[in-house]
């Protein structure tokens, strides 16, 4: 693995982190970590990717969410995954593959016409985001990209992405407290209030889009809906197909009819764009819920798993969890991937 250069005056930010709202304060440089548990900036993995926006995709390792369905938890989870990652890529270096896998014949058969930040959330590297944005756009100034994030950052770190940005993918999983926190692990206000400031940039905006977990946030489909719609009904919507993974690996997948009811429900809500995507359908089996740290039905069902593995803090609060640097969760290897 590439060693980062000892003076990047554009990572100094990192000596004291506040990118996002866990504000751990941590020095990144010096090998301290916060709830996200990455250091220095590293690539997870980087190509063309198919999946609307089309794009070039750089996959950046470390999430400061320990949601129990996730799907790139290899990524999100390093270097407690134990998976193997690409490492530091100099930035100038990473946007000159970039641009030319974007001007490739390649791309242009994919119709990709955007860099795309993902990962993990790339809030925990928004650094190095913004400097590949930099370096890719002194080689073609018209550089577009798009920016992947589970809306946990804070004001100001939000502020700069809509700077850079030319499109944003946003998760919402749930308003309420308990199913959010049961979920992710963390509070969902500073989704909510991050929210509420992309839709004021709909121009920005590729999609809101919500992950349906059968049994989980499926009552917070409503909820969700009816929260984008006082922003403005105009706001696109895409929800997911859950896929048993993770934490969830034998939880069944979202149904066919789940989803199609998912996108009635934004219509009846008065949403005027919406649409579902993913593979349903997927078998599993449910456990039965009983964590009695949590009242509302999904989130004690989530939490029920969350505890199955050895999550000891519930309501789950990533942030002031005694286990956040020894996390099951985090830690966790599924037997399977779907
Ligand atoms: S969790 Fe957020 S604030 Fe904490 S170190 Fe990671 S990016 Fe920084
Ligand atoms: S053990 Fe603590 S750090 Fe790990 S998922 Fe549970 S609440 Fe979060």
């Known amino acids: 693995m590439n060693q980062v250069p000892a003076s990047q005056p554009w990572l ?6 506040q990118l996002c709202e866990w504000r751990c304060g941590v020095n990144r440089l010096a090998g301290e970590v916060g709830v996200c548990r990455i250091g220095a900036p590293q690539v997870a993995s980087r190509n063309l990717h198919p999946a609307p926006p089309e794009s070039y995709t750089i996959f950046m390792a470390g999430c400061n969410f320990r949601c129990l369905y996730c799907q790139n938890w290899d990524i999100a989870h390093f270097p407690d995954s134990g998976g193997q990652i ?29 860099l795309f930040f993902s990962g993990g959330c790339p809030t925990c590297s928004l650094s190095y985001v ?3 944005v930099y370096e890719a756009r002194q080689i073609a100034s018209d550089t577009r990209v798009n920016f992947d ?12 992405v809509l700077e850079f940005t030319t499109s944003i993918t946003f998760d919402i999983r749930a308003v309420d407290e308990q199913v959010h926190r049961a979920l992710t692990g963390a509070p969902p206000a500073p989704v909510l209030r991050n929210a509420q ?18 049994g989980m946030n499926d009552g917070q489909i409503e909820p969700i809906c009816r929260f ?14 859950f896929r048993p993974n993770f934490v969830l690996e034998q939880h069944p997948g ?54 199955a593995v050895g999550c000891g ?16 969760v985090k830690s966790y290897h599924p037997s399977r991937r779907t």
């Open 86 to 114: 690409d490492g530091w890529v100099e930035p100038a270096e990473m946007a000159r593959e970039a641009v030319a896998a974007l001007h490739s014949s390649r791309a242009r058969r994919m119709g990709a016409d955007r």
């Open 197 to 214: 400031v992309v839709a004021q940039h709909p121009d920005k905006l590729w999609e809101f889009r919500v992950l349906v977990v059968p």
């Open 313 to 328: 803090t519930h309501p789950r609060n990533c942030g002031g969890c005694p286990q956040v640097h020894c996390c099951p």
């Open 149 to 160: 994030t589970n809306g946990f950052m804070t004001p100001d770190s939000l502020t700069r």
């Open 254 to 307: 979202a149904s066919w009819e789940l989803m199609q009811q998912a996108v009635s429900i934004a219509y009846d809500c008065g949403l005027q764009k919406a649409t579902w995507a993913g593979h349903p359908g997927l078998p599993g089996i449910s456990r039965t819920a009983h964590s009695s740290a949590y009242l509302v039905p999904g989130a004690k069902l989530a939490g029920t798993y969350a505890q």
């Open 12 to 17: 100094e930010e990192l000596s004291h982190c």
């Open 130 to 132: 913004e400097r590949v």
């Open 228 to 241: 984008l719609v006082d922003l403005d009904p105009a706001l696109p919507v895409c929800f997911l197909a």
